[in-house]
């Protein structure tokens, strides 16, 4: 069984459309992640979410908002789709701050 | 969380043992050392963590200095599937819910 789930894998799609990307994690884990990897491979974390707490890196445009249907999901929306958006964008699970994260396969989204 | 410097990039040959290393001189009392992988187009993948101690598990090895400022991924018989892009993050185990910060990392390409 996969871990750290995400759909869809892949995302094209033309600007200034919004899309969602869904993610799921059977690890029982408290907290999950946002990531994105531009272009130039830099890692970096957009969200984290834990018992209803969201910290959000303050570089993130407000198009970009996390939702947790429940502790095991936390879906990505984007508004508004610009060019610079075309990244991949990872999720990752894991049980406390300290503790190893566990991502998913990442989706790769593209801004025609 | 302290910074840390590691080498932009790494040969070995197959069947050697792998090492990579990682300073990261301002670390503080509470923070560990974390090794990540990223093997291309999959999302990284947590490999080994310590605080003091050497640490050893199925994937690899880490030695971490007495003076906790530097420290050394050991994978003891590469091959060519550890070719990949090696993260040491270092991270405090306080609360909260705030991400991996990720840097550069070290491009180990394994060779046959």
């Known amino acids: 069984d996969t871990a750290v789930s995400q759909t869809p894998k892949y995302l094209v799609t033309q600007m200034g459309n919004d899309k969602s990307i869904k993610c799921e994690q059977n690890?029982?884990?408290?907290?999950m992640y946002w990531y994105k990897q531009d272009s130039k491979k830099f890692l970096k974390i957009m969200f984290s979410?834990?018992?209803?707490?969201?910290?959000i890196n303050e570089t993130v445009p407000n198009r970009f908002s996390p939702k947790s249907p429940d502790k095991a999901h936390l879906n990505l929306h984007i508004n508004s789709l610009e060019l610079g958006d075309s990244a991949v964008y990872f999720c990752?699970?894991?049980?406390?701050?300290?503790?190893?994260?566990?991502f998913g396969d990442g989706t790769r989204l593209s801004i025609l | 969380d302290a910074k840390t410097t590691q080498p932009p990039s790494m040969d070995c040959a197959e069947g050697r043992a792998a090492n990579l290393p990682c300073n990261h001189s301002?670390?503080?009392?509470?923070?560990?050392v974390y090794w990540y992988r990223q093997i291309h187009s999959q999302g990284p993948q947590y490999i080994i963590h310590?605080?003091?101690n050497n640490e050893t598990n199925e994937m690899a090895s880490l030695i971490i200095t007495e003076d906790r400022k530097s420290s050394t991924l050991i994978l003891p018989h590469a091959t060519l599937r550890d070719t990949a892009v090696y993260y040491c993050?270092?991270?405090?185990?306080?609360?909260?819910?705030?991400?991996?910060?990720f840097g550069k990392g070290t491009h180990l390409i394994i060779q046959p």
């Open positions: 990752a699970s894991s049980q406390v701050r300290n503790q190893p994260q566990h």
């Open positions: 690890l029982g884990h408290d907290t």
């Open positions: 979410y834990n018992n209803k707490e969201l910290i």
């Open positions: 301002t670390i503080s009392g509470n923070e560990y």
């Open positions: 310590g605080l003091k």
């Open positions: 993050i270092v991270r405090g185990s306080g609360g909260g819910a705030d991400g991996l910060t």
